[in-house]
């Protein structure tokens, strides 16, 4: 067992230096260190050159980028990750080499020269190598540029337009994203958590849902809320107060076509208290056994109607000052 040890580990360095040999063909040495590696090349100034020379019979993703803190390139480093992702999908989608594209990334730090080359002053940038030579050959030999204009992009969308990019009879390896473990278990604790909580609180919750004086409180506010004008400050943008000119605050626009927040607010207050006065009259008064006390309260809401109406007519020749009819005390 120990000759076997030693035999092993003295075949080591020509085992590495066998797996290191390069082939001469550029893609398929590339295509190699990407599947050794898992994810896009990592280039430097000669690799990128070496890469991207011509003739090529292949296609090249490169992604220009500055990850390191000092260059204070947030997009580049919220980028990175889906990159990766989709240069991992990517190769180990395509068993057979059929696209023949190669993914690489090259960092401003080992690309310089290539950056000043470029007279780069933003990153990220994606280019895309179009192959010089063979059947998917083009014949404008620069590559197609994607600016990160629109913000940070998803290797989806990356995806398509690489695909776009590429020849259209070959497939496109999709992107395969891990199994998101944490999100299942926190949905599945957060559902099952739901449940047990509407299980217990059920049998208090459901007869409050169930209490028509409930509903029909919601409803009588929604009635108010929307006749009163509060869609229509929504949809105009109306200031909630203005000024008159004169140093105050005008509370009403005059005219129909025109509202402030407030104005809606006060004329929502007052069908508030006449519908509460009129529900009052017609079943609560009605119940008081004591005769005087009845009487007073017919007296008590009614007066509440007269002023409520009164005012709420003076508001309404606020806005038409052509209105000619009036209620005391307003």
């Not at 893609?27 to 430097?44: C, E, Y």
């Not at 990750?81 to 068993?95: Q, Y």
């Not at 203005?242 to 005008?250: A, F, L, P, R």
Request: charged share 15%.
């Amino acid at each position: 067992m120990r000759w076997l040890q030693f035999l092993t580990a003295s075949l080591l360095p020509f085992i590495a230096l066998a797996a290191k040999k390069s082939t001469g063909d550029r893609f398929i040495d590339a295509r190699t260190k990407a599947l050794s590696v898992g994810h896009p090349l990592k280039l430097d100034d000669a690799g990128y050159a070496q890469l991207t020379k011509g003739p090529r019979d292949y296609g090249i993703a490169v992604l220009l980028t500055a990850l390191e803190m000092r260059f204070q390139c947030q997009l580049c480093r919220d980028f990175q990750p889906e990159w990766d992702l989709l240069g991992k999908s990517w190769i180990n989608g395509d068993k057979d080499a059929q696209t023949r594209l190669v993914f690489a990334t090259l960092d401003f730090v080992d690309g310089k020269n290539t950056f000043q080359s470029m007279m780069l002053q933003t990153a990220p940038v994606l280019l895309y190598f179009h192959p010089t030579i063979g059947p998917n050959a083009r014949v404008d030999t620069q590559p197609v540029r994607f600016d990160f204009t629109a913000g940070p992009q998803s290797a989806e969308q990356i995806h398509a337009w690489i695909s776009r990019q590429a020849p259209a009879h070959v497939p496109k390896p999709a992107v395969r994203r891990p199994i998101n473990w944490a999100k299942i278990l926190s949905v599945t604790v957060i559902a099952l958590g739901s449940v047990t909580a509407i299980a217990v609180a059920s049998p208090y919750i459901i007869p409050i849902l169930q209490n028509r004086n409930l509903w029909a409180a919601v409803s009588l506010i929604a009635v108010l809320l929307f006749t009163s004008g509060h869609m229509f400050n929504h949809i105009r943008k109306t200031p909630y107060v203005q000024g008159d000119g004169k140093g105050g605050i005008s509370y009403f626009a005059g005219g129909f076509s025109n509202q402030f927040g407030l104005e809606s607010q006060i004329v929502a207050a007052i069908y508030g208290v006449l519908a509460f006065a009129t529900i009052s009259l017609a079943l609560k008064v009605p119940r008081i056994k004591d005769a005087r006390a009845q009487q007073f309260a017919v007296f008590l809401w009614s007066g509440v109607l007269l002023c409520m109406y009164s005012f709420l007519l003076s508001v309404f020749r606020m806005k038409n000052g052509g209105y000619q009819f009036w209620l005391p005390p307003f």
